[in-house]
């Protein structure tokens, strides 16, 4: 039985401190190639969405779910929620904004951090359509062989905003080497600034070049398309 755990951030407020937690649940495929939940609180004969982009934020690990960097705080007079988020500028349907009052949040020490509205988002590859459950499902499989899975998942949303961005599409499979050559220019320049780079029809920032040299070294791997299953696949990298 082909199984996927998915770990969501959650906070508790314990002596006087935000603190971290998560929860957990657990699917399982059918041989009909849909998901159903083993959670103990929330078993379904049904088929369900286990893994998604949303109104919420989903990991692989729980170190990743423990470390998620994002919430929304909304508030009034009388009580308080804090919601987990991709994107501190997009939350639709989260907050009542009759109710409550919001501010986008970071936990440190314990405390409650405004964090400013332009906080750049986390990348994901994942979809919230209901088309993509699958593609979804395939991503994290495909993700769980790395070290890291939670940074190739990153590392995979990052590329294909600057495919979606560069490129005008989320993946063009000529393009993948591209940008391995241009991580490998980094790499054998390691004492030279990195540059802005020309990529398609625009440019990758020198940030973003940075961050995904980080995400393909902590992740161990890169990813390659599959034009004729449309399929992604993880590959772990040769020392």
């Given amino acids: 039985m082909e199984t996927l755990i998915i770990y969501n951030p959650k906070t508790i407020f314990v002596d006087g401190a935000y603190r971290k937690t998560v929860s957990k649940e657990i699917f399982y495929r059918t041989n009909k190639l849909e998901w159903l939940s083993l959670s103990q609180q929330d078993k379904s004969i049904a088929p369900v969405n ?3 982009y949303g109104e919420s934020a ?3 690990t ?3 779910a423990l470390a998620h960097p994002y919430w929304i705080y909304a508030f009034n007079d009388e009580e308080y929620k804090l919601y987990p988020v991709w994107n501190v500028q997009e939350f639709p349907g ?11 949040v970071s936990i ?8 400013p509205e332009d906080a750049p988002a986390i990348y994901t590859p994942y979809s919230i359509d209901i088309a993509d459950w699958n593609l979804n499902a395939e991503i994290a499989l495909q993700a769980m062989k790395a070290p890291k899975p939670d ?4 590392l995979l949303g990052l590329v ?3 495919n979606k961005k ?31 780079t020309k990529y398609g029809n625009s440019y990758i920032t020198a940030t973003q070049i940075a961050e995904i040299n980080r995400l393909h070294i902590c992740s161990g791997g890169w990813w390659f398309y599959d034009p004729d299953k449309s399929m992604f696949h993880f590959i772990i990298s040769r020392a």
């Fill in 166 to 196: 560069c490129l005008g599409a989320k993946w063009q499979n000529s393009y993948q080497w591209e940008l391995l050559g241009i991580l490998s220019v980094v790499k054998n320049n390691s004492n030279k600034p990195i540059r802005h």
């Fill in 58 to 60: 989903t990991y692989l």
């Fill in 160 to 162: 294909m905003s600057i």
């Fill in 50 to 52: 286990p893994i998604g």
């Fill in 151 to 154: 940074a190739a998942v990153q």
């Fill in 94 to 104: 989260i907050v009542d904004h009759e109710k409550y009052d919001f501010l986008p």
């Fill in 108 to 115: 440190i020490d314990g405390k409650l951090v405004e964090l």
């Fill in 62 to 64: 729980e170190l990743g």
